[in-house]
């Protein structure tokens, strides 16, 4: 596509519950990033993806936190047993190759009542 | 000490006015730098880069000093447009792929 896309653009969900949030990134771009930004703070890492290497977990906060790529494209980050905390949003980025600049999505705006 | 140290801010200035940010890196080994803009609400999207030599793009010039570990965006002429927050980013050393984020400095460009 022209651009990171990310669904949904907004979720409200209960606190305990599973949320599901997709990233689509640019065609092409090998690598595909996780970063999270709470209100009035900086964005934190999460996770990485590199062609078929193994991710780079090492931003993921908690074992509730989990993220795969399939077919070196499409991305979903799952939080488990969400908590009030996990409220942020949360945005994906993709680039060319391991050294490209960094091209974000819209984000997905997870609140946790 | 953060990785990534930048004023908050807010720097408001009248239209016209030149500001100047700084933004403290403490990896000696860091090989790239940037600035990025983000709007409110919106998703961070790159202003330009920064190179040793230092770089201009029309009213931004960006600066880099290695021996003390900062870099600089300067805009001049600014514009009601120009109001946003100016993330500083910073990555690893050579083969580190992860950008590291500063918390940005806010701008209000004021009429």
């Known amino acids: 596509g022209a651009g990171v896309s990310q669904s949904p653009s907004n979720k409200v969900t209960e606190k305990g519950k599973d949320v599901e949030l997709r990233c689509d990134p640019i065609?092409?771009?090998?690598?595909l990033y996780w970063y999270r930004q709470s209100l009035g703070q900086g964005l934190e890492f999460l996770i990485y993806?590199?062609?078929?290497?193994?991710?780079?977990k090492s931003g993921l906060p908690s074992d509730r936190f989990s993220a795969e790529r399939t077919g070196g494209s499409v991305s979903t980050l799952t939080i488990q047993r969400t908590q009030q905390e996990d409220s942020a949003v949360y945005l994906c980025a993709s680039s060319p190759g391991d050294r490209g600049r960094y091209t974000f999505g819209s984000g997905t705006r997870l609140t946790v009542v | 000490r953060k990785e990534v140290e930048q004023d908050p801010g807010p720097f408001n200035v009248p239209e016209g006015a030149t500001v100047a940010f700084n933004c403290t890196y403490s990896?000696?080994?860091?090989?790239?730098f940037f600035w990025y803009r983000q709007d409110c609400r919106k998703e961070p999207k790159l202003l330009m880069s920064?190179?040793?030599s230092g770089n201009e793009d029309g009213r931004f010039t960006a600066q880099l000093n290695r021996a003390s570990q900062y870099i600089s965006l300067l805009i001049r002429d600014s514009k009601l447009s120009d109001s946003a927050t100016y993330l500083c980013?910073?990555?690893?050393?050579?083969?580190?792929?992860?950008?590291?984020f500063g918390t940005g400095t806010r701008l209000k460009v004021l009429a």
């Open positions: 065609s092409g771009h090998t690598a």
């Open positions: 920064v190179y040793s």
């Open positions: 990896n000696s080994a860091s090989q790239s």
């Open positions: 993806f590199q062609g078929n290497s193994a991710p780079d």
């Open positions: 980013v910073v990555t690893g050393p050579s083969g580190t792929y992860k950008y590291i």
